[in-house]
């Protein structure tokens, strides 16, 4: 039913910008709760930050000050601007998303959001 691409994801320096994208499909005009977790070799997966259908957001501490979730409600997609990149920013990147969502507020629980997309790496070079 609903479909999300992951894009941007590369090699970059400590220090450096990156913009991940991710485009949902299957649905149109439904409201969404879109979220972006990562999961580092050996660790587990673990929340970076979440955005309502009207733009409320929810942050993990290592994301505060540093990255940006943001989207586009028409058509679905979601961005994750990261500043400042680190080594431990390294780390396969996934979107989530869930449909007509009951809360308002984004949670940062991964049985929340029924739907993934297959994830984009982000490594980070020192």
């Known amino acids: 039913q609903v479909q999300l691409v992951e894009s941007g994801g590369q090699l970059v320096q400590a220090g450096d910008s990156l913009r991940l994208s991710c485009a949902a499909s299957?649905?149109?005009?439904?409201?969404?709760?879109m979220a972006w977790f990562r999961q580092a070799p050996g660790k587990e997966r673990e929340f970076v930050a979440s955005?309502?259908?009207?733009?409320?957001?929810n942050y993990a501490d290592s994301a505060k000050g540093r990255f940006t979730i943001s989207r586009d409600n028409a058509p679905n997609t979601v961005y994750l601007q990261m500043n400042s990149l680190k080594p431990d920013d390294t780390a396969v990147y996934y979107c989530?998303?869930?449909?007509?969502?009951?809360?308002?507020?984004?949670?940062?629980?991964?049985?929340?959001?029924?739907?993934w997309g297959q994830g984009t790496q982000v490594t980070v070079s020192s």
């Open positions: 955005i309502s259908w009207s733009g409320t957001t």
């Open positions: 989530a998303a869930r449909i007509n969502p009951p809360y308002s507020f984004p949670t940062r629980e991964k049985a929340y959001y029924p739907y």
């Open positions: 299957g649905r149109t005009f439904t409201n969404y709760a």
